[in-house]
Each structure stands twice: as C-alpha cells, then as structure tokens.
C-alpha cells in the first residue's frame, strides 16, 4: 500500500493562494487525487491526476481555481490554490488508487485505497 504524507495547510486570507504538497512511497500509483472535508460536510471531490499520463480531472466547482500537479521523479503531487474563499476552508486529503479502474473513474472515492492523514487549510475573510 502506498504511503502518503500530505503538508503545506496553513491560515490564509480570502483571495491567497497555498500550493499542497503529497509525498508518495511505497508502492505504484495509477491515480493521486485531493478530496476535501469541510466541518460538518461530507467528503468531496477536488482534483486528480492520472500518474502516467498526467492528465487532471477537476470538481466543476473548483475549476480554474485549483491547478493539480505531480513530479514523477520526486513521487510528489500538488495541489496549487488561487483566490482562495472562506468556503474553500476543509482538511485537505491527498489520495492514491493502486486500482486501474480509477484511470476511467478518478471522482470515485471507493476507488481509492490509500489515504494521507489530511492537512488543515483555513480561509479568513
């Protein structure tokens, strides 16, 4: 199973921009994916990345917003956020799918087996 380690939250103001690093070992990836969870909201769907081909998926909500990236020889992906708003406040979760079906369907959480602890980003207005 791979390992994820995922950092780069932090406090923001509305209309800053974080770029999220996740650090993968221990394994190979088909697909690395960030899901967000809001306080009292459930798990939601952000970006991903196919790890071969680099092709990115996006929640329609977030596009144009949120850039989502990966660095096959560091194993690292990323997630780049501009103009941040207050709603975009959550724990961050990077994602990775060992299961080649999440190439077809990469917004499908069960596809995903291995998970990071999540890092905590915080959108002051």
């Known amino acids: 199973q791979v390992q994820l380690v995922e950092s780069g939250g932090q406090l923001v103001q509305a209309g800053g921009s974080l770029k999220l690093p996740c650090e993968a070992s221990?394994?190979?990836?088909?697909?690395m994916a960030w899901w967000r969870e809001a306080l009292g909201k459930e798990r939601e769907f952000v970006a991903a990345?196919?790890?071969?081909?680099?092709?990115?998926y996006y929640s329609d909500s977030l596009k144009g917003r949120f850039t989502i990236s990966r660095d096959n020889a560091k194993n690292t992906g990323y997630l780049q956020m501009n103009s941040l708003k207050p709603e975009d406040t959550a724990v961050y979760f990077c994602?990775?799918?060992?299961?080649?079906?999440?190439?077809?369907?990469?917004?499908?959480?069960?596809?995903?087996?291995?998970w990071g602890r999540g890092t905590q980003v915080t959108v002051s207005s």
């Open positions: 994602a990775a799918a060992q299961l080649q079906l999440a190439i077809l369907y990469p917004r499908t959480e069960g596809h995903y087996n291995s």
């Open positions: 221990g394994g190979t990836l088909y697909v």
């Open positions: 990345v196919i790890w071969g081909s680099g092709r990115t």
